[in-house]
């Protein structure tokens, strides 16, 4: 029996920011909101987040998350005191006690189970997690004996120069029978650099405490300033990159590209350069999406071009061609083998299979039928200042160039919209609709009037 502590109540100075450290997004998710997808697949009985520093905010974000307890840590002594605060709440608690730093947001839950296992096979008081680095700057430091059995761990601040240079470092992943913790919990002292109450203290007040080795230390990256935000972005893409690709999908010039770890790609995709794609999208085989595009929350079935356009929360059917600089801009829904091309932007609009908004056209709360022309420049009026209204459209309809359909309103099957036209009133099926004035031509006039 497992409970897992996540400790998400430190400000995070190196931040410099009023958002708490673990709020931060790493593509698209929250810092401590990845640790704790990292921990839920060991299905522990108890999860307890450790909150201080805006708490209430904290707490609101993680709301959409499942099975949570928060448990606030009001001042900031560090991380064995917001442990301490741990103690009423697990009182006669005779299990295992996994704890995590919500700034950990790499972490794989192999590492986690693997860590659980060799605590439980040894029976050890506590198990930690560690790495070896080229570069362990900002890093407790870890002194084991021969045995693997830890000794000391000495955060960098408190570090003598001979001390700091071990690079076997603390991941900031702790197992502790709690039983032993609790025990030694109240007796730590705040005698160091910075003046805390460490974590790290009392695993050398337990016995005995075994360290075990990650195998790539990149997951256990502590995000601790931009800085690091931006080298974890980078592992993170490296890794969503090579899944894919792995799995036959096409990236031209990779390093230009980002995929949140929440898309789905199909075989046969291929993703053009400085295209971006962001959660929860799926791409159909046979889908080229790019350059120079952003798709966010959408489903785009097989087949589909995407050039320099944006798409969210919108579906697209298959083999439909969207761009150059195409705005579908929410509730979108494009039929199959439609054409949706420059400078057009829809908005909660639903097109029929066939059908094309080829140039210059804005579409909202439009709903068309199959095999719809919408010539160039057409637009609906679909706003009049105080309420949304819709537009709809028959199979096999044509607007003219620079029409506006000022909503609501309906046209029928097989209506032609003359070019230039402002319609107010509903089309019946196979009309020809015309509203605009007739032309007038006088002859002559450029004479008579230089004559006066
Ligand atoms: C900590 C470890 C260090 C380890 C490193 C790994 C200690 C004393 N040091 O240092 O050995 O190498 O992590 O990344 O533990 N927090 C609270 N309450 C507090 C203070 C911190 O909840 O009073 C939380 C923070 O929100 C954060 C986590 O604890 O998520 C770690 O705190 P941080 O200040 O980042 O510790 P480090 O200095 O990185
Ligand atoms: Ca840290």
């Known amino acids: 029996m497992v409970v897992v502590a996540i400790l998400a109540a430190g400000r995070g100075t190196r931040m410099k920011s009023n958002l708490p450290k673990v709020l931060h997004s790493l593509g698209g ?220 999908v096409t990236l031209i010039d990779p390093a230009s590209i980002t995929i949140d770890d929440t898309v789905e790609l199909q075989p046969d995709v291929i993703i053009e350069p400085q295209t971006h794609l962001r959660g929860n999208t799926l791409i159909g085989t046979g889908c080229r999406i790019g350059p120079g595009s952003l798709i966010e929350n959408s489903q785009i079935d097989e087949n589909v071009t995407i050039m320099y356009s944006v798409v969210t929360d919108s579906i697209v059917q298959a083999g439909s061609r969207i761009g150059p600089y195409a705005h579908l801009r929410g509730h979108v829904e494009v039929g199959s083998k439609c054409r949706v091309g420059n400078f057009v932007e829809l908005k909660n609009t639903k097109l029929g299979e066939r059908t094309n908004v080829a140039h210059l056209s804005y579409l909202g709360d439009t709903t068309t039928g199959n095999q719809v022309n919408i010539g160039a420049g057409t637009i609906t009026a679909n706003y009049d200042g105080v309420k949304k209204h819709p537009t709809k459209i028959g199979d096999r309809t044509g607007t003219g160039s620079n029409s506006v359909l000022v909503a609501p309103i309906t046209l029928g099957n097989d209506v032609y919209i003359a070019a230039g036209s402002t319609i107010t009133e509903d089309v019946p099926d196979d009309c020809l609709a015309i509203a605009r004035e007739r032309q007038v031509v006088k002859p002559g006039w450029q004479k008579k009037s230089s004559n006066e």
């Open 29 to 248: 998710r929250s810092l401590v909101e990845r640790v704790i997808e990292s921990v839920q697949p060991l299905s522990p009985s108890r999860q307890m987040v450790i909150v201080g520093y805006q708490a209430e905010e904290v707490k609101t974000a993680m709301l959409s998350l499942p099975d949570l307890e928060f448990v606030e840590q009001s001042v900031q002594l560090g991380t064995g005191h917001a442990i301490q605060q741990l103690l009423p709440y697990l009182e006669g608690y005779s299990g295992d006690l996994l704890i995590l730093n919500g700034d950990l947001p790499l972490i794989r839950t192999e590492t986690l189970k693997n860590i659980l296992q060799t605590h439980q096979k040894n029976q050890n008081a506590a198990t930690i997690l560690t790495a070896h680095l080229s570069n362990p700057k900002g890093y407790g430091r870890v002194f084991c004996n021969e045995e693997n059995i830890v000794q000391q761990i000495v955060e960098e601040k408190d570090c003598t120069p001979t001390q700091r240079q071990n690079c076997r470092i603390n991941a900031g992943v702790y197992c502790f029978r709690w039983q032993d913790l609790a025990k030694i919990l109240p007796n730590l002292q705040a005698n160091n650099a910075q003046k805390e109450y460490y974590l790290t203290d009392a695993v050398t007040q337990v016995t005995p405490v075994m360290a075990v080795d990650v195998e790539d230390s990149q997951e256990i990256m502590g995000i601790n300033d931009r800085l690091q935000l931006a080298s974890a972005y980078e592992i993170l893409q490296k890794r969503i990159k090579e899944k894919w690709m792995a799995a036959g």
